[in-house]
């Protein structure tokens, strides 16, 4: 792609973009272990350190910032100027989901737990119109074992915390279509992109079956592609950063049609647009970089827009 601009380079596997309406870029950088700003100038400024593996960031009505942190459970190996994400280092003990003042840098833990079971490594959330939000349990992955995770629902101000969908295959990003009544979910390692109907505030129909969390397919990716974080555009497409085919696979609504945007990284993990301007803002982890690219539809106004 030659329309890319690059917003900021040396960051520590950068994850969970959220462009600001100043046109700075919130984002946590997942090996350094912070929530970080990219001013719309360049600069890059550590808003909080968080410890861990902040992995996921969203806004929420509060206007703070939310974070899903897998509590690192990966260590980094760079090699060739890739930076790799690895095995689970000892200090791993499980994950969080935590809660960011913006302006003062503040943080608090909101969950350790969900539905009374230990969060193991929280990925990517996602906030809908009533004020709550879904994530991810990506779990994580030893020599000979591998959790089976789910989709959680969550309140904002930390007073119920739930599965709601269960189980899946190391479930990464996470959105809702527009107009709220659909949520998707990517699972990583099988490339696969699933749909729920939304029936209520954390419900969803989750009847079928034979699929994994009673879903349906949307999308299954052929050849060696993994699936990472996702956002949903002002046209209902599902936007998946791609791993291995580095990139951002773009599905439509019906799953109908399956489009590649490349990009020059091999861990592409994660894109959010700029409001409902036909611009999108991807994360390049492997290089440690933030670009922002031409997008061929309108982005979407989440629900609670920064």
């Keep these: 792609m030659t329309d890319i601009r690059t917003l900021a380079t040396g ?20 090996e350094r272990g912070t929530l970080t700003r990219v001013t719309a100038d360049g600069a890059v400024e550590v808003i909080a ?10 806004i929420g ?19 060739m100027g890739i930076n790799l994400p690895g095995p689970v280092p000892d200090t791993w003990t499980g994950g969080s989901i935590q809660r960011v003042d913006l302006a003062t840098g503040e943080s608090e833990v909101l969950y350790t737990e969900s539905s009374g079971r230990p969060l193991r490594a929280p990925n990517d959330l996602v906030f809908d119109h009533h004020g709550g939000f879904w994530f991810t349990d990506h779990g994580v992955r030893l020599e000979r074992t591998s959790d089976r995770t789910g989709l959680h629902y969550a309140k904002a101000d930390g007073s119920s ?28 390692h099988t490339g696969r992109v699933w749909s729920w109907a939304v029936t209520g505030p954390g419900e969803v129909n989750a009847a079928n079956p034979i699929n994994p969390g009673g879903g349906e397919l949307l999308h299954g990716a052929s050849g060696a592609v993994l699936f990472d974080s996702l956002a949903v555009d002002g046209d209902g497409w599902v936007c998946v950063g791609t791993l291995g085919d580095g990139g951002i696979t773009s599905i439509s609504p019906d799953g109908s049609v399956v489009e590649h945007t490349p990009l020059e990284d091999l861990l592409v993990t994660n894109i959010c647009f700029v409001g409902t301007e036909p611009r999108a803002i991807c994360t390049m982890s492997g290089t440690g970089q933030l670009v922002e690219i031409p997008w061929p539809r309108p982005g979407l106004a989440l629900a609670h827009s920064a």
């Excluded at 960051?11 to 600001?20: H, K, R, S, V």
């Design 61 to 79: 009505p509060d206007g703070k910032c939310y974070i899903a942190n897998n509590g690192g459970c990966f260590a980094f190996d760079n090699s």
């Design 161 to 188: 915390c739930t599965e709601a969908v269960f189980p899946l295959d190391a479930p990464n990003g996470i959105g809702l279509s527009p107009d709220g009544t659909a949520l998707y979910a990517a699972e990583t």
């Design 11 to 30: 960051l520590l596997f950068p994850e969970g973009p959220i462009a600001m309406a100043d046109g700075s870029v919130v984002l946590v950088e997942i």
């Design 49 to 58: 350190d968080l410890g861990g593996g902040p992995n996921g960031a969203a």
